[in-house]
């Protein structure tokens, strides 16, 4: 399973960005995935998840005015839309596979993070 990470980069406060994930190896409508972040000294959480097989989304509430989880099951990828981006979204967010709830322990499979910088 190798899950490939994104469209992390640079980004002033107020701005948007747009995470990839692509996925290979495994069996997509079985799964679902999600967007982690972890910042430097704080726990990992979870942003965003979706399931593949029916679509169903969980966004953590603080996040869901300003994240927008999707994915294209054509191409086995899930993407994250992030903006009015803050300093505090500062972090890296790493995308996981698996059949557990959207949580980190839930998660089986990790991809590489990328890292988004929120800063003027």
């Known amino acids: 399973v190798q899950l490939q990470a994104s469209g992390g980069g640079l980004v002033q406060p107020g701005g948007s960005l747009k995470l990839s994930c692509a996925a290979s190896?495994?069996?997509?409508?079985?799964?679902?995935i999600g967007w982690f972040r972890q910042a430097p000294g704080k726990e990992r959480e979870a942003v965003s998840c979706?399931?593949?097989?029916?679509?169903?989304?969980f966004t953590q509430y603080s996040l869901s005015d300003r994240f927008t989880i999707s994915k294209d099951n054509a191409k086995n990828t899930v993407y994250l839309q992030m903006n009015s981006l803050k300093p505090e979204d500062t972090a890296i967010y790493f995308c996981?596979?698996?059949?557990?709830?959207?949580?980190?322990?839930?998660?089986?499979?990790w991809g590489k993070g990328t890292q988004v910088t929120v800063s003027s």
């Open positions: 190896g495994v069996t997509p409508n079985s799964v679902t």
């Open positions: 996981a596979a698996g059949t557990g709830i959207c949580d980190p322990d839930g998660m089986d499979y």
């Open positions: 979706i399931s593949f097989s029916d679509g169903s989304t």
